[in-house]
T-cell receptor, first 114, second 109 residues
């Protein structure tokens, strides 16, 4: 079975803290994505990566950064968490070069920033 | 701008049929996806349409009309486990996904 694993299902952090969200996929997929999901809104793309050491900004990159040192791992970093970053964060991966194809999602990380 | 519209919520009865509509406006088009998301879980892939017409997969079917910028997901013989949100997403000319806000489907006995 294909699997995308996110390190934490639930996190509570304080304003100004640095937050790391880890995502690992075991499918040898080229593409990895970070989305946030908020009620009443569609999934919004934060960052994506088509290859190791490569990253591209999505629609809402402000306040976030990413790291992809290994093919299977894509990390999302909040340098200084703010309350408006309280959200569900979803990591996804897909095979192939550049075209999206079917996305495989992790279970999500629900982050609350106090 | 790019936009996806789908109803916020729908209610249907167990054993019945329901159609969830999705209209899209994108810069270019490279296909349309439907995903299912149960509460508190990850979205899972249901279907992908790139050509006009109906794709059937068991109790679920998906239809696409490229000229009308329109798709629907048809669920037959509804079961309680079909209670979930259904997400429509269109792929633009750069193969980026544009997501709708999702339709929450409530199934009643």
């Amino acid at each position: 079975d294909v699997k995308v694993t996110q390190s934490s299902r639930y996190l509570v952090k304080r304003t100004g803290e640095k937050v790391f969200l880890e995502c690992v996929q075991d499918m040898d997929h080229e593409n990895m994505f970070w989305y946030r999901q908020d009620p009443g809104l569609g999934l919004r793309l934060i960052y994506f990566s088509y290859d190791v050491k490569m990253k591209e900004k999505g629609d809402i990159p402000e306040g976030y950064s990413v790291s992809r040192e290994k093919k299977e791992r894509f990390s999302l970093i909040l340098e200084s968490a703010s309350t408006n970053q309280t959200s569900m964060y979803l990591c996804a991966s897909s095979p192939g070069q550049r075209d999206t194809g079917e996305l495989f999602f992790g279970e999500g990380s629900r982050l609350t920033v106090l | 701008g790019q936009n996806i519209d789908q109803p916020t919520e729908m209610t249907a009865t167990e054993g019945a049929i329901v159609q969830i509509n999705c209209t899209y406006q994108t810069s270019g088009f490279n296909g349309l996806f439907w995903y299912q998301q149960h509460a508190g879980e990850a979205p899972t892939f249901l279907s992908y349409n790139v050509l006009d017409g109906l794709e059937e997969k068991g109790r679920f079917s998906s239809f696409l009309s490229r000229s009308k910028g329109y798709s629907y997901l048809l669920l037959k013989e509804l079961q309680m486990k079909d209670s979930a949100s259904y997400l429509c997403a269109a792929t633009d000319s750069n193969y980026q996904l544009i997501w709708g806000a999702g339709t929450k489907l409530i199934i009643k006995p």
